[in-house]
């Protein structure tokens, strides 16, 4: 029996110019490098320039992915455009990078699962491509996280930054067997009652302002680790793939001490762990493709190898998608 699998064809990312370090931070709020690394791994974030906006970012990681991918951007079906700080409350920034890109048929429209963004952007572009109504995909994650935090909060605003990353995927015929390239499983998660825990405090229907981005750290940290588990082990049931034969277990960054212990209680061996947060820190819907480029460019992810891609976020949500490359 064939299926009809959605198969990656190129990826790209993008991050700003300005990069912000951790001694760059120390002169703005009561912080140290040595506090920031110890506690979440990461030494420098990214920010965008005045005026540089969500839909640049994407639009820079598109192009990318679109060259890598071989493909013309009017090829393109449907944008999908994950993230959680858009250009404007409507319309959706992926039909601004439409328009950018020169695309003047198909659709777009944005996913909102904050940091678990991607992995609903691509749980959903697969659905589409399985049910027909699209062959080629555009898939993005973009953020400028930079433009939600109170900058004298130094319990958040060190751990966040801005960037994009994207991924094109394409419709492929596979036999219908973990061994086909593409997507294998998506499992996705939400549970409502956490939303105090991570949120942000505006937004047009209640407060009629952007507001700022509030967490409970800790929370957060506990929910992380145990909630992602159920997601992965579907995954691994689905597939028959297991943490011993998996190939690259690509997880949102978040937190280093979040990636390592999820890591470590799902048996997944350090040196298969992709970890890119040390230079760009938590950039939500952005970090699974900005990990799954660097891993892709520097010749670590080969096709015909297993990727596991896992995230949560504000919600809470979470999920993981199972690919072949």
């Known amino acids: 029996m064939t299926v009809t699998r959605s198969v990656v064809l190129g990826t790209g990312s993008y991050l700003p110019e300005k990069r912000l370090t951790n001694e760059d931070l120390a002169r703005m709020v009561d912080t140290s490098d040595e506090w920031i690394v110890q506690r979440t791994g990461i030494k420098a974030r990214h920010i965008a320039a005045e005026g540089e906006m969500t839909s640049d970012l994407a639009l820079e990681a598109s192009k990318r992915a679109l060259e890598a991918a071989g493909v013309a951007p009017e090829s393109i079906d449907l944008i999908i455009l994950a993230t959680a700080t858009p250009d404007n409350t409507f319309p959706a920034s992926a039909v601004t990078v439409q328009a950018k890109l020169g695309i003047t048929s198909g659709f777009a429209f944005d996913v909102h699962a904050v940091c678990s963004g991607f992995v609903?952007?691509?749980?959903?572009?697969?659905?589409?491509?399985?049910?027909?109504?699209?062959?080629?995909?555009?898939?993005i994650g973009a953020e400028t996280f930079s433009r939600i935090l109170d900058w004298n909060d130094r319990t958040t605003c060190v751990l966040f930054g801005d960037g994009a990353g994207a991924v094109v995927l394409e419709g492929q015929e596979g036999e219908g067997t973990a061994f086909d390239r593409g997507i294998l499983s998506s499992h996705l998660r939400s549970d409502g009652r956490h939303k105090e825990k991570l949120f942000v405090d505006g937004g047009p229907s209640s407060t009629q302002t952007v507001g700022t981005l509030k967490m409970e750290g800790r929370e957060v940290f506990k929910h992380a680790v145990s909630m992602i588990t159920d997601v992965i082990e579907d995954a691994f049931d689905d597939t028959g793939i297991s943490a011993e034969n998996l190939d690259w277990f690509v997880p949102h960054q978040a937190n280093r001490r979040i990636i390592d212990a999820s890591a470590k209680k799902l048996g997944i061996a350090p040196e298969k762990v992709v970890v890119t947060v040390d230079e760009h820190g938590n950039t939500s819907a952005a970090s699974i493709p900005l990990a799954l480029d660097a891993a892709v460019r520097d010749g670590r992810i080969k096709r015909g190898q297993t990727v596991l891609l896992e995230a949560m976020g504000g919600g809470f949500t979470w999920g993981s998608v199972m690919l072949r490359w």
Do not use: E, K, S
């Not at 609903?120 to 898939?139: E, S």
């Open 120 to 139: 609903y952007a691509m749980a959903t572009a697969d659905a589409y491509i399985r049910g027909g109504l699209a062959r080629r995909v555009l898939v």
